[in-house]
């Protein structure tokens, strides 16, 4: 059975996954913008998805580029999860998941760093 929970703690949940990144790697992540949504319209299942161009593709051509993005899908995440406990295992997950695809490593390495 989904859980049920307010937008308001599911952002805040976003927030606390966010200050789990070592202030080192939180100093390198730049013109980024978190975002929480519903549900991907075209993928109802998808718990998060970066957009943009990884730190490691970036070049000379990059400067001036609206941020990129990751969006994390409450209802998704709500929908999969039985308590909430799982739900803030769940977001913390998805949230580092997304943000190392900003750093550039692959969807393949984070399923072998158990980050899948």
Same mark, same amino acid.
């Given at each position: ?56 593709? $970036? ?49 393949? $390495? ?7």
């Amino acid at each position: 059975m989904p859980v049920t929970m307010s937008e308001a703690r599911f952002d805040d949940l976003v927030s606390e996954a966010l200050d789990l990144i070592p202030p080192r790697l939180a100093a390198a992540i730049d013109n980024v913008v978190v975002l929480v949504d519903a549900r991907d319209e075209e993928d109802p299942g998808l718990l998060g998805l970066y957009q943009g161009i990884a730190l490691t593709e $970036r070049d000379s051509h990059y400067g001036g580029s609206l941020p990129d993005t990751i969006t994390i899908y409450r209802e998704a995440i709500l929908e999969m999860c039985e308590s909430e406990e799982q739900v803030v295992e769940e977001v913390a997950i998805t949230v580092i998941h997304e943000i190392a695809h900003y750093f550039g490593i692959e969807e393949d $390495r984070l399923h072998e760093l158990g980050w899948g």
